[in-house]
Antibody, heavy 121, light 110 residues
Framework: QVQLVQSGAEVRKPGASVKVSCKVP????????MHWVRQTPGKGLEWLGG????????IYAQKFQGRVTMTEDTSIDTVYMELSTLTSDDTAVYFC??????????????WGQGTLVTVSS | QSVLTQPPSVSAAPGQKVTISCSGS????????VSWYQQLPGTAPKLLIY???SRPSGVPDRFSGSKSGTSATLVITGLQTGDEADYFC???????????FGGGTKLTVL
C-alpha cells in the first residue's frame, strides 16, 4: 500500500501563510495525480485542488483561487500546498491524497495522515 | 452546506444491515460516478467504493454501493463494532466544482 507522509502540525496567526508538505514513495510522483482536501468540524471535507493529468495543469477550487498554491519537488518526491492570507476559518486538518482523476471517473486513494493547521491570534 | 446530502447519523445493531444515502442532482450524481470513504476516529479517510459500485482490493464484500438517478447508496451488511466511523460520499458537479463531498454520516453500531 502506498504511504503518503505529511509534515507536522502548524500554528499561524491570521494573515500569515502556511506550507504543508507530503512525501510520496520514491520515484512514484510522476505516476500520481496529487490532490489536497481539508476537513473542518463545521464544513466537513473540502477539496482545495490538484493535478489534472489530462493536461498536466493544477486545478484549484474556485473558493481558494488566488490563495492556494500547489507545487512539487520531484528530486525529493514531495508535494506542497501553500495557503495564504489565513483566517480562523482555515483552521482544519489538511490531507494530501493520490487521485484517479479523469473526465469520466474520480476517486482518492490513498490519503496522507493529515496535518492540523491552527490559525489563532 | 454540502452539494451532496447525507443523513447526519445512522445506527444499527451488530450483525444487522445499514444503508447510507447520498442525494445530489442531475449535474453531479445524475451524470457522474460516486465514490465512498470510511473515516475511522482519528484517522484519514479510506476509499471504500469507487465508480458507484466497485470495491478496491482489500475492502470486504460486506460493503456495497449503488446509484439510481440522482442518489447513491452505501450498504453495509453484517455490521461490526469496528465499522463505527464517519462515511462520506463524493462525486463532481459539472457546474459547481470538479470535486464535491457529502457532509458525512456517522455510523453507530449499538
Amino acid at each position: 500500500q502506498v504511504q503518503l507522509v505529511q509534515s507536522g502540525a502548524e500554528v499561524r496567526k491570521p494573515g500569515a501563510s502556511v506550507k504543508v508538505s507530503c512525501k510520496v514513495p520514491a520515484d512514484t510522483l510522476r505516476e500520481m495525480s496529487m490532490h489536497w482536501v481539508r476537513q473542518t468540524p463545521g464544513k466537513g471535507l473540502e477539496w482545495l485542488g490538484g493535478l489534472d493529468p489530462d493536461n498536466g495543469e493544477i486545478i484549484y477550487a474556485q473558493k481558494f483561487q488566488g490563495r492556494v498554491t500547489m507545487t512539487e519537488d520531484t528530486s525529493i518526491d514531495t508535494v506542497y500546498m501553500e495557503l495564504s492570507t489565513l483566517t480562523s476559518d482555515d483552521t482544519a486538518v489538511y490531507f494530501c491524497t493520490s487521485a484517479f482523476y479523469s473526465s469520466w471517473s474520480r476517486w482518492f486513494d490513498p490519503w496522507g495522515q493529515g496535518t492540523l493547521v491552527t490559525v489563532s491570534s | 452546506q454540502s452539494v451532496l446530502t447525507q443523513p447526519p447519523s445512522v445506527s444499527a445493531a451488530p450483525g444487522q444491515k445499514v444503508t447510507i444515502s447520498c442525494s445530489g442532482s442531475s449535474s453531479n450524481i445524475g451524470t457522474n460516478y460516486v465514490s465512498w470513504y470510511q473515516q475511522l476516529p482519528g484517522t484519514a479517510p479510506k476509499l471504500l467504493i469507487y465508480d458507484n459500485d466497485s470495491r478496491p482490493s482489500g475492502v470486504p464484500d460486506r460493503f456495497s454501493g449503488s446509484k439510481s438517478g440522482t442518489s447513491a447508496t452505501l450498504v453495509i451488511t453484517g455490521l461490526q463494532t469496528g465499522d463505527e466511523a464517519d462515511y462520506f460520499c463524493a462525486s463532481w458537479d459539472n457546474f459547481v466544482s470538479p470535486v464535491i463531498f457529502g457532509g458525512g454520516t456517522k455510523l453507530t453500531v449499538l
